[in-house]
């Protein structure tokens, strides 16, 4: 990307929530979703909880200091999928004039002093437009798609960490170019944050734009 250009992204966010649980739990703490799931000291989810943490504080929600001392288990899942190649076809009409040019044609004139003449003249004859093929154009693009998901579930002693009631979800989807999980991160970090906690009631298109390696907000419902 050139110095200076600028790339847009829809991000596709949905979100769930019950107000009650949401307002009335405020603390939370990572956890994982299965004993097989990304230990929580694995390198790439402490980098996708670095994104989260301040978006949460913004949003009302702090880390508690020890997983027991927390209102929610927070369950964090990310990931990117296969390339997908869609490819594009399209069909241009051609058009050209056909017909047209010039003819002759003679007719009668009269000089000053009533004398009749033949006067021979060249005149244009309009042609007329019309399609004469089509241009057929072929484009491949191939996308990834990324995904970044929260889902806080209250905290109950006595129940799993799976098991509590779910007070919200979030899930931010975008579907790019690059192959590069990383990169898209703070991304889908920043396009979920103001849906933390809220219920969006429909999937909603956020979109943002990326100049000189920062991220801008254009759009949002």
């Known amino acids: 990307m050139f110095s200076g250009c600028a790339s847009t992204y829809q991000v596709q966010v949905s979100a769930l929530a019950d107000p009650e649980l949401a307002n009335s739990h405020r603390t939370y703490a990572f956890a994982l979703s299965t004993p097989e799931a990304e230990d929580l000291g694995d390198l790439q989810f ?3 909880a670095r994104h989260l943490r301040a ?15 927390a209102d929610l288990n927070l369950f964090v899942d990310f990931g990117m999928g296969d390339p997908v190649t ?20 003679t007719r009668e004139s009269k ?3 009533g004398n009749t003449t033949m006067v021979t003249e060249t005149v244009p004859v309009p042609g007329h437009y019309q399609q004469v093929g089509t241009d057929v154009t072929v484009n491949s693009i191939t996308t990834f798609r990324k995904h970044l ?3 806080a579930r209250v905290r109950d ?11 919200w979800t979030v899930t931010a989807i975008v579907d790019d170019r690059a192959g590069d999980l990383r990169a898209a991160l703070p991304l889908l ?3 979920l944050e103001p849906y933390i906690g809220r219920d969006t ?3 909603i298109i956020v979109e943002f734009e990326r100049e000189d390696g920062q991220l801008r907000l254009v759009q949002t419902p």
């Open 46 to 48: 402490q980098e996708v």
């Open 55 to 69: 978006g949460l504080a913004r949003r009302g929600y702090n880390e508690a200091p020890s997983p027991g001392a």
């Open 86 to 105: 869609t490819t594009y076809t399209f069909a241009t009409p051609l058009y050209a004039e056909i017909g047209g040019g010039y003819s002759t044609r």
């Open 111 to 113: 000089d000053a002093k």
């Open 149 to 151: 998901r929260l889902s």
């Open 157 to 167: 002693a006595g129940t799993s960490s799976t098991k509590g009631l779910e007070a």
């Open 189 to 191: 970090a920043a396009a």
């Open 201 to 203: 009631l429909r999937t």
